[in-house]
């Protein structure tokens, strides 16, 4: 697959997505915790808004702590720009060659997928990630290290993707569709019915 093309794909379905929201759900909560979907789409936008030195400069006031310096900026950005704005500026970057510091074109497809679905899955939004977005994502998010970031514990958890032929870990089945995994692994508690097995509970949020 073409790492680029996808992710100047997921972007362009996704911006078309928001261009379409009514404006009351963009102050909904997703599923990044204490994000609504503003801050998640001004998140998503940084990159393109943001000069390297004003990111630095960022980072500076924020302790050289990049979650925090992140948080002040979705949270500004969500007030300084209109909904319409996010989405048109998400639109207008489809094809932009960022990527993470120190990652490849796969962080970027990540960032823009796991995000993405931040925002439809919290809001009930019927999209599901083509299976190949999906499935170049899974093996390096099921890796120690990514699962240490992210604060997750599959001891005793295998998972089973139930759209696709993937699976990872060892232990009582969890079960559910591979962009659902996927949001498991990235720290996500997603809504009740989304994952099924023993360990569904330990994914998904409290009611």
């Not at 310096?69 to 500004?76: H, L, T």
């Not at 994502?137 to 295998?158: I, N």
């Amino acid at each position: 697959m073409d790492v680029r093309a996808a992710t100047a794909a997921e972007r362009g379905e996704l911006a078309s997505l928001l261009a379409d929201l009514p404006a009351d759900r963009w102050d909904e909560p997703t599923l990044c915790a204490g994000w609504r979907v503003r801050e998640v789409v001004a998140h998503m936008t940084m990159p393109y808004r943001l000069s390297l030195p004003r990111v630095a400069l960022g980072m500076v006031r924020a302790g050289g702590r990049f979650n925090r310096f992140a948080d002040r900026d979705a949270r500004a950005a969500a007030v300084a720009h209109s909904p319409g704005e996010l989405a048109a500026l998400l639109a207008a970057n489809v094809d932009h060659p960022w990527t993470p510091p120190g990652s490849g074109p796969e962080a970027a497809l990540a960032h823009d997928v796991i995000h993405g679905l931040d925002v439809t899955v919290a809001l009930g939004l019927d999209r599901r990630v083509p299976p190949e977005r999906v499935e170049v994502l899974l093996t390096d998010a099921a890796r120690p290290r990514a699962l240490k970031y992210f604060g997750v514990d599959l001891d005793g958890v295998e998972l089973r993707a139930d759209d696709l032929s993937w699976s990872s870990g060892a232990g009582a089945p969890l079960t559910g569709a591979a962009q659902d995994l996927l949001l498991a692994l990235s720290g996500r508690r997603l809504p009740a019915g989304h994952l099924r097995g023993e360990p569904a509970a330990r994914f998904t949020a409290a009611s």
